[in-house]
């Protein structure tokens, strides 16, 4: 598989696969695992000295403890490490010890690190665009399998820190030309074919592309960027992402507290540019079609304003409830045009309602789907690559407070309820009917550090999304 491990906008990202490295018999430090029950039986059949060294570091046998065990060389010390089931590592069962350990290479004992092997590579990111940050040590796990799980676990890890970099850049340097230059960088290492539709030539095709972006400076020029990849024989995918580098709320201006992390509302482009490049990687036997909408909502003298009454690519006509809904508004025209090329299914992500983050949180991206196999079957690998997506309902009886007086369809709902539903059907209005198409209100940002994975930038349902294209395209 073709990895571009240095494909990170301007910079060159952590070389996760130097981490994990096939199991060849190398010299490297034991990891015990024990289970906060198992601990006592374990700790009687080992060396006084280990027995003394594990009391004196307070090892106190709850999930994420570790101690250092000494050996009988200087060199040849171990690790005891406790998790919730060494025989069903999850994505983040060593994470913390990789956080703690120094510089080194490490070794499982009887166990091997499966699902784990991800977070002990997220363990290693930090972002450090502006800062020297204090970066973990560079320690290895190895791991014993086949030379593609390796290529796979990497290719995952480089695509979160994708979105993770992308995501913290502030929108000064992370504006719809940044995003553009990202799709190009994928475009030029894979041999796909890159269009990119930019300010006054928004006008007559994406007039809702168009009419959202068009108050920033034409350096930051609302623009649709398209890049098409694969044998045009293949089953023809479409992936979205909604990429608002920077959403004041425009006239309908936000609070700042409201405002302050919204250099985060590209995360949806910032996912989606992350599921191609595990598509293009992985070479999937599919033709994929990228959309990615990138404007700002920005407020200027030509602004778009509450009131107003716009066009859009499918012909509908939309009155603006609130300039602050501008997501959908930049997704409609592009579902539009993906749906024209008749993709058999469609993917969108998207930072797109607060009521999202009100009803799940932070950790579960909304899912939304007419399609009930989809929809099991992103909730069932979801949970088994530890990305869990939670399903919301795309409630017909909602529709109606979409309704406009004297536009086909109003842009935001009126009585503030049940507002990620109100978003999806909206974008549901842009679909063709018929097509398989699932829809993420993803947060794209975490807003306390858990193990691997520090405040700021997330994926969340990327990997859900990509496990499904896998078992649904990948052959052999
Ligand atoms: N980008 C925001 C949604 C958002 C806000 C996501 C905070 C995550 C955290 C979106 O453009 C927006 O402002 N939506 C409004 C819609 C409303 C005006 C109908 C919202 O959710 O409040
Ligand atoms: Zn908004
Ligand atoms: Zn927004």
């Known amino acids: ?53 594990v009391k004196a570091q307070n090892f106190d046998a709850a999930a994420d403890a570790m101690a250092i065990l000494p ?12 998790v919730a089931d060494p025989d069903n590592l999850v994505s983040w069962s060593l994470s913390k010890t990789a956080t703690a350990l120094p510089s080194g290479e490490y070794r499982l004992v009887d166990h091997e690190p499966g699902r784990a092997a991800l977070g002990w590579l997220l363990a290693h990111y930090a972002f450090d665009r502006y800062k020297e940050s204090d970066k973990p040590a560079k320690d290895r796990i190895l791991l014993t399998g086949k030379p593609h799980q390796i290529d796979e676990i990497v290719a995952l890890a480089e695509a979160t820190c994708l979105v993770r970099d992308l995501v913290n850049t502030p929108a000064e340097d992370m504006g719809p030309a940044d995003l553009q230059k990202v799709a190009e960088e994928i475009a030029a290492e894979s041999v796909a074919a890159l269009t990119v539709t930019q300010g006054k030539d928004l006008e007559k095709g994406y007039p809702m592309i168009h009419a959202v972006g068009r108050a920033a400076t034409e350096d930051r020029a609302p623009r649709l960027i398209e890049l098409e990849w694969g044998n045009p024989k293949h089953p023809r995918i479409a992936i979205v992402g909604k990429g608002v580098v920077f959403d004041s709320g425009g006239l309908d201006i936000k609070s700042s507290a409201g405002m302050l992390i919204m250099k985060k509302d590209m995360g949806g482009a910032a996912h989606a540019l992350a599921l191609a490049n595990l598509v293009i990687g992985a070479q999937l036997p599919v033709r994929l079609h990228l959309l990615i909408p990138a404007v700002e909502n920005s407020i200027s003298a030509n602004a778009f304003r509450p009131g ?32 024209e090329s008749g993709p058999e299914l469609v993917i969108d992500f998207a930072t797109l309602t607060g009521a999202a983050r009100v009803a799940l949180g932070p950790d579960l991206p909304a899912l939304f789907t007419d399609d009930e196999d989809l929809a099991a079957e992103l909730a069932q690998v979801g949970t088994a690559v530890d990305d869990p997506v939670w399903r919301l309902p795309l409630w017909d009886g909602y529709e109606e407070l979409l309704r406009s007086d004297i536009a086909d369809i109003g842009n935001a709902a009126t009585n503030g309820m049940a ?33 691997a994975r520090p405040k700021g930038g997330e994926a969340l349902g990327l990997r859900a999304s990509w496990a499904v294209l896998k078992q649904r395209y990948a052959t052999g």
């Not at 050996?71 to 406790?82: F, I």
């Not at 997501?327 to 749906?339: K, M, P």
């Open 308 to 339: 107003d009454i716009i066009a859009s690519r499918k012909g509908l006509s939309v009155e603006i409830g609130n300039t602050d809904a501008e997501g959908r508004l930049i997704l409609g025209d592009a579902l539009t045009r993906a749906c």
């Open 71 to 82: 050996g009988e060389k200087a060199d040849d010390w171990s690790v005891l490490a406790c």
């Open 419 to 451: 507002g990620a539903s109100t978003a999806a059907l909206f974008l549901r209005k842009f679909v063709e009917s018929g097509t398989v198409w699932a829809h993420f209100d993803t947060y794209a940002w975490r807003g306390s550090a858990k193990p």
């Open 1 to 53: 598989m073709a990895r571009r491990s240095d494909l990170v906008y301007g910079r060159v990202m952590t070389d996760f696969s130097s981490l994990l490295q096939p199991d060849k018999g190398q010299a490297a430090h034991d990891i015990h695992l024990v289970t906060a029950d198992g601990f006592e039986d374990w700790l009687k059949g080992r060396p006084e000295r280990e027995r003394e060294t």
